[in-house]
Nanobody, 124 residues
């Protein structure tokens, strides 16, 4: 069993930055691919970024490429999402998720554990 807790969300003006953190419980974090997803009101959950267990592989949604950076510290069982140059369309609840495998993935149905989410609101 893995528990995930996101933090770092909040209200920020357009052009600003935030760093989201996702703290994971359990001893298997270092063997799991991790991902960030987001869901805006009235919209489906969408992929944001993913990172493999060893950090060798990362992948980003086109909408955030060049602005967001995913990273992880296995010793701290934490994955991060640094978000720069935020836009109002980035407003959403952001969710951290863990896979059963070491590889990264952009598909939400390939994740087995999810955090409760943290709200990010970007004002114009």
């Amino acid at each position: 069993q893995v528990q995930l807790i996101e933090s770092g969300g909040g209200l920020v003006q357009a052009g600003g930055s935030l760093r989201l953190s996702c703290a994971a419980s359990g001893r298997t974090f270092s063997s799991r691919g991790m991902g960030w997803f987001r869901q805006a009101p009235g919209k489906e959950r969408e992929f944001v970024a993913t990172i493999s267990a060893s950090s060798v592989s990362t992948l980003y949604a086109d909408s955030v490429k060049g602005r967001f950076t995913i990273s992880r510290e296995n010793a701290k069982t934490t994955v991060y999402l640094v978000m720069n140059n935020l836009k109002p369309e980035d407003t959403a609840a952001y969710y951290c998720a863990a896979r059963a495998y070491a590889s990264s993935s952009s598909r939400p149905n390939e994740y087995v554990y999810w955090g409760p989410g943290t709200q990010v609101t970007v004002s114009s």
